[in-house]
């Protein structure tokens, strides 16, 4: 992941403008998911934003995406008095997911994690010896936490996280398993279900668009969408006939293109060929059937309700 550091007098000001979600009702500790957008609507990226207190802001970008959302961000400064530092390269990141998770980082430290509650942070805690940053989040659909560290103690820190969590199973997970995991909880990826071409109102993820804190990038079209609705939606869907859907295959109904799959695998916690898909609007009701093209044969499909998968209790 990549990291900026916002502060100054003018940090909520700056971004109020930047952001689509209202930074205004964060608590100090306290994290936000937000898009943040082009005038037009388009995602620039979807990001965390931690609110240290009300001059200091820890951001958490995509790595992908880091030169982009730096860049989007310094010209977007101007007129505000505020200072960034892009953090990328001083922050390691470390994710710890699963039911198991507070159990096994409980073991390294003697701070309150039963307390913390989902979207919550400590700034400075110690973990196996070395200061770090923890936040109660997660990019799986699991409990779990994110451990921002100096890059030097990384590799230490891992080590001493498996080898307390090896008796009660825990293994290394690599992006091939966490794309999974968020995919069958429906949650968006950039690149896929939300770009520069996908508003967060297509992408469903509308409540995290701001109606009454005024002004910011993409507003004019962002409410306007949320008010009359987008031409376009991501929908869920489940493949009725052989085969597993892929990031673009053409979606198509009565043999016209109606749309593109942005994510299709294999579930393996739910043992069905399930997939993500930007389709016209008037295509996206639960029921509906479709075809997805895969190698050049159409294979049905049924759109169904998103999440896929919901954990217990949440």
């Known amino acids: 992941m990549g990291e900026v550091l916002v502060k100054g007098p003018d940090a909520l000001a700056f971004l109020q403008k930047l952001v689509a979600n209202d930074a205004a009702k964060l608590a100090d500790t306290q994290i936000q998911y937000t898009p943040m957008c082009y005038p037009n609507g388009g995602t620039v990226d979807d990001l965390l934003i931690y609110k240290r207190n009300e001059q200091e802001y820890f951001l958490v970008i995509n790595a992908a995406n880091i030169d982009k959302d730096w860049n989007w961000m310094k010209d977007n400064a101007a007129g505000f008095n505020v200072e960034l530092t892009n953090l990328s390269d001083e922050t390691a990141e ?127 079209v962002l409410l306007q969408q949320k008010t009359t609705g987008a031409a376009h939606k991501v929908i869920g869907f489940v493949m009725t ?4 859907p892929r990031a673009d295959y053409p979606v198509l109904c009565e043999g016209r ?40 044969k159409n294979i049905s499909a049924e759109v169904i309700a998103k999440p896929f998968y919901k954990r217990e209790g949440k």
């Open 241 to 244: 006939g052989r085969g597993i």
């Open 257 to 296: 293109k109606i749309g593109k799959v942005t994510t299709g695998s294999y579930a393996p916690s739910l043992g069905k060929n399930l997939g993500l898909a930007l389709v016209e609007t008037e295509f996206s009701k639960v029921g509906q059937h479709f075809d997805i093209e895969i190698r050049g």
């Open 94 to 220: 470390l994710a710890l997911q699963g039911p198991l998770a507070e159990t096994i980082l409980s073991k390294l430290t003697d701070a309150p994690l039963s307390e913390l509650r989902y979207y919550w942070f400590i700034p400075q805690i110690t973990v196996a010896g070395k200061s770090v940053m923890v936040s109660r989040t997660g990019y799986t659909g699991e409990d779990g936490f994110e451990i921002y560290c100096h890059p030097q103690d990384a590799a230490y820190l891992w080590e001493a996280i498996m080898e307390a969590g090896r008796p009660l199973g825990l293994m290394p997970a690599g992006l091939g398993c966490r794309d999974t995991l968020r995919f069958e909880a429906a949650l968006p990826l950039y690149g896929h279900e939300l770009s520069a071409d996908i508003t967060p109102i297509e992408a469903g993820i509308g409540k995290f668009v701001a109606a009454n804190k005024g002004e910011f990038n993409g507003s004019n």
